[in-house]
């Protein structure tokens, strides 16, 4: 994560086995979801970049997405199938 004024590395995000392929901001900011070819997308928390929950899929992860009101994500796997997740109140 970069302060994109300052040009300064904030903080890395760690725990994936293979590439990162997709990230993206909740609406409110609080979380970064990134999605892998390790076949996993996992939930930070973007002010300390601890990992939240950890989304397992029988795919690579293609890309990620948050709903409008960041309770709801999608995976796009490279199997050709969208998932939907709910995120609990305590999340997003």
Do not use: C, M
């Amino acid at each position: 994560l970069w302060d994109a004024r300052a040009g300064e590395k904030l903080r890395i995000f760690k725990g994936h086995t293979r590439w990162v392929r997709s990230v993206a901001f909740s609406p409110d900011g609080k979380y970064v979801l990134t999605g892998s070819a390790d076949k996993t997308a996992v939930l930070w928390d973007a002010q300390t970049g601890e990992e939240i929950h950890k989304f397992q899929g029988d795919s690579p992860v293609y890309s990620v997405a948050f709903g409008p009101d960041g309770r709801l994500i999608a995976l796009a796997l490279d199997n050709g199938s969208v998932e939907l997740w709910q995120l609990e109140r305590s999340q997003g």
